[in-house]
């Protein structure tokens, strides 16, 4: 099976792979039936191009920026890599919000500035408590689950919030309203969709309590992200950020705050685990290139962000 690529994954599975080209979407590639394009945009502009494509590999869990229905018209299909990233997608979310809540990038800053010259008994360098807190997770899925897990080790009360209400004896299930209200912190991990774009309105980012914390590791488009960096401005609630709505443009406003931390979309970013996403990139292909049933084909077709 002849793949088109736009650039190699990393890890050993990459090498098990016979064909691969790697080139460019701006131009035609009459050949290739399966395609790895991490982070392009793939319709019906990219899929002229490729007329013999029979598989998108998407190199990821989220898989917004492939337009599904566009992929099946033509007989397409399309795999992610759900999984294989949970626990490193749910530990940047915990590091984020202990990151936030105990001031851990200012606090840094100060130090290597040299501007530390106060005793440890004094204020102003004082964090918010992080064991014994409510955490509202929004969407409470793989990733929400593992994030759930971790905070139970912190002694953390848990709420969750999505369509599903889950019969659980764990998290306790709230209206997204009320889990804005009634967390100290909040921490998203619903999938970008129609459904979920601007689902934490400036309304809902109102409802959040003075002081509180939002984790966000999802997608940027999920909150709106004008009405967030103006709470941030204003210095009301505290905020950890993975992902934004323009990457990789980050609002200018957010890089001079101390109640942000900002990291450049890493929530599966480590050696180990994107080494684990090529080996289901990979495991895909081969199976599409024998015949067999896809591992981790994307079912729904009814997430394509608008
Ligand atoms: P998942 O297992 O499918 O979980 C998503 C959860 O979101 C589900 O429990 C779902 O429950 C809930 N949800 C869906 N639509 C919703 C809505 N309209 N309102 C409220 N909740 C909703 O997905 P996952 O594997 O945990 O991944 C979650 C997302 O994390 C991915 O889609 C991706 O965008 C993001 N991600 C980011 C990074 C990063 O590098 N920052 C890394 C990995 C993943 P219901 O269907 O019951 O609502």
Same mark, same amino acid.
């Given at each position: 099976m002849r793949v088109l690529a736009t650039q190699r994954l990393p890890g050993p599975a990459w090498d098990e792979l016979g064909d691969v080209e790697i080139g460019t979407l701006d131009e035609r590639h009459d050949g290739?039936? *399966?395609?790895?394009?991490?982070?392009?945009r793939i319709d019906d502009a990219v899929l002229d191009l490729l007329p013999a494509l029979r598989l998108v590999a998407n190199y990821g869990v989220g898989y917004e920026q492939v337009?599904?229905?566009?992929?099946? *018209?033509?007989?397409?299909?399309?795999?992610?890599?759900? =999984?294989?990233? /949970?626990?490193?997608?749910?530990?940047?979310? %915990?590091?984020?919000?202990?990151?936030?809540?105990?001031?851990?990038?200012?606090?840094?800053d100060l130090v290597r500035a040299g501007r530390w010259d106060t005793g440890w008994w004094q204020p102003p360098f004082l964090g918010r408590e992080v064991s014994g807190s409510?955490?509202?997770?929004?969407?409470?899925?793989?990733? =929400?689950?593992?994030?759930?897990?971790?905070?139970?080790? %912190?002694?953390?009360?848990?709420?969750?919030?999505q369509r599903t209400r889950l019969d659980d004896p764990g998290p306790e299930y709230r209206s997204l309203d009320d889990l804005l209200r009634e967390s100290?912190?909040?921490?998203?991990?619903?999938?970008?969709?129609?459904?979920?774009?601007?689902?934490?309105?400036?309304?809902?980012?109102?409802?959040?309590? /003075?002081?509180?914390?939002?984790?966000?590791t999802a997608r940027g488009p999920l909150v709106d992200e004008d009405a967030l960096v103006e709470e941030l401005v204003a210095g009301r609630i505290s905020a950890g950020l993975d992902v934004f709505v323009h990457?990789?443009?980050?609002?200018?406003?957010?890089?001079? $705050?101390a109640n942000v931390v900002l990291t450049p979309h890493i929530g599966s970013g480590t050696?180990?685990?994107?080494?684990?996403?090529?080996?289901?990139?990979?495991?895909?292909?081969? *199976?599409?290139?024998?015949?067999?049933?896809?591992?981790?084909?994307? $079912?729904?077709?009814?997430?394509r962000a608008r």
């Open positions: 290739a039936e *399966a395609l790895v394009a991490p982070g392009r337009d599904v229905a566009a992929c099946r *018209a033509r007989g397409v299909e399309v795999t992610n890599t759900p =999984g294989v990233l /949970d626990a490193t997608t749910a530990d940047l979310a %915990f590091a984020l919000l202990l990151a936030a809540r105990r001031r851990l990038v200012e606090g840094d409510t955490l509202g997770i929004v969407g409470l899925g793989r990733i =929400g689950r593992a994030v759930a897990r971790r905070a139970r080790g %912190f002694d953390m009360r848990v709420l969750y919030h100290d912190v909040v921490s998203i991990h619903a999938p970008l969709t129609p459904a979920t774009k601007g689902l934490i309105s400036r309304e809902r980012l109102a409802l959040l309590r /003075d002081g509180a914390t939002l984790v966000n990457e990789p443009a980050v609002p200018e406003a957010l890089c001079g $705050l050696v180990e685990t994107r080494a684990a996403m090529t080996r289901v990139v990979v495991d895909n292909l081969l *199976a599409a290139e024998r015949g067999e049933p896809l591992l981790t084909p994307v $079912l729904s077709t009814t997430t």
